[in-house]
């Protein structure tokens, strides 16, 4: 009989240690999944971001393909604005100007004085 009971000893030594091996491993998960979820907002804040500019990428790309005529919000700009000549040739336009109203006035006066 006391054969028995030393085996059922050892049987009930390896249910023990087999129920501490699960014990343990189940706190080493209980471990994990608390790290994982403490880092889970960093991660979802960062997977918004990302959604975040590939949506505006994805504006950005589209924009002309819907409006080519579209601007960037920020910037004020007015509508059909011409480039500022350089002051040399706004000098040669009003020269030019001059001299043709001075030619129109002679052949005014050329008419004028043959009649």
Same mark, same amino acid.
């Given at each position: 009989m006391a054969r028995q009971n030393g085996s059922r000893g050892s049987r009930l030594n390896a249910e023990e240690q087999s129920l501490e091996k699960q014990r343990s491993e189940i706190l080493r998960k209980q471990v994990e999944l608390e /790290? /994982? *979820?403490k880092q889970l907002p960093i991660v979802i804040?960062?997977?918004q971001e990302k959604q975040r500019q590939l949506k505006r990428h994805r504006a950005v790309v589209a924009?002309? $393909?819907i409006s080519p005529d579209i601007r960037p919000l920020g910037r004020r700009s007015r509508k059909g604005t011409q480039k500022r000549l350089p002051s040399s040739q706004i000098? $040669? $336009?009003q020269v030019k100007t001059? *001299? *043709?109203i001075a030619i129109l006035v002679g052949m005014l006066v050329l008419l004028w004085k043959s009649s």
């Open positions: /790290r /994982r *979820l804040e960062k997977q924009a002309p $393909a000098y $040669a $336009a001059l *001299l *043709l």
